[in-house]
């Protein structure tokens, strides 16, 4: 009776928009979580969230080759369809999951038509040119398709967040909703790019990353800030032999630079050998 009861739930995997559109078609209360799979605890607080707020939750699993601008970068995302599968299968309620095929997704050969404010080409969108057009891009195809009332994104990607919500939310009757960034026991940020580093370098960036998180406390009372982790930027890139992209405290609400502890966070991104990791705290 149990084993009835558990296939007669059991989460469906779609794999073309045909599909999708007959599974979804009845229902108008949907979560959706997008992801570029390499799934982790991060990405389940999402779908958990959603399942919590909606009558039907889907996971999207693709990885957007249009908003990579390095084909090497690419080619080594960690994908694993197969243990992604096996995970999500575990989480209670979670109803489909979408692999769609690049012919899924860009099949509208038009390109939507999308511009960042210069004042948001910054952190991110500085050192990857052409990722968050090509992020924006896949949510209004993704989100055309899938039709959702609400999409759930983390905080640790903020500035993702934070363009894909003013995007989205003008465009479309869908809420985006920022959940937290959720960290393993030393501290680390949980992100898939995490899988590509073996247990030792694991440690060292986790060593890492606890003197960044540091720098919030050391903010505190620091009169400038940006100049004060200017330096620490060259200090921490010769200590821990690492290259920092950005280390910078801006305004939560417009992502302008701030020496204001209230209303900012500090954003860091940095290569760690060759994996390259963000965080914001
Ligand atoms: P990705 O698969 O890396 O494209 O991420 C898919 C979604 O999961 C994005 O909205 C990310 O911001 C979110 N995410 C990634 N890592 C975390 C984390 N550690 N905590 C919470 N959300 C996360």
Known sequence: ?????????QMKIILNNYDLSKTLGPFNDIG????????HEGHISLIEKSIKSNKKTIVS????PRQFNSVKDFNSYPANIKKDLAILKKIKRLDFVYIPKFKDVYENKKKPEIKIKKKFKVLCAKFRKGHFEGVLDVMIRLTK??????IFMGKKDFQQLYLVKNFIENEF??????????RNRNKLALSSRNFLLKQSELNDVEKISKNFLNLKNKIKYTKNINQFLKKTKKDFEKFFNIKIEYLENRNTNDLSLSNK?????IFLAYYYKSVRLIDNF
Do not use: D
Not at 1 to 9: E, K, S, V, W
Not at 32 to 39: D, N, R
Not at 145 to 150: N, S, T
Not at 173 to 181: A, E, F, H, P
């Open 261 to 265: 502890y209230n209303g900012s966070k």
């Open 145 to 150: 398709l899938v039709k959702p009332k609400k």
């Open 1 to 9: 009776m149990f084993y009835l009861l558990n296939i007669l739930i």
């Open 61 to 64: 699993i693709f990885v957007n």
């Open 32 to 39: 959706f979580v997008p992801t570029m799979g390499g799934i």
């Open 173 to 182: 009757n869908t809420k985006v909703i920022g959940c937290r960034t959720i």
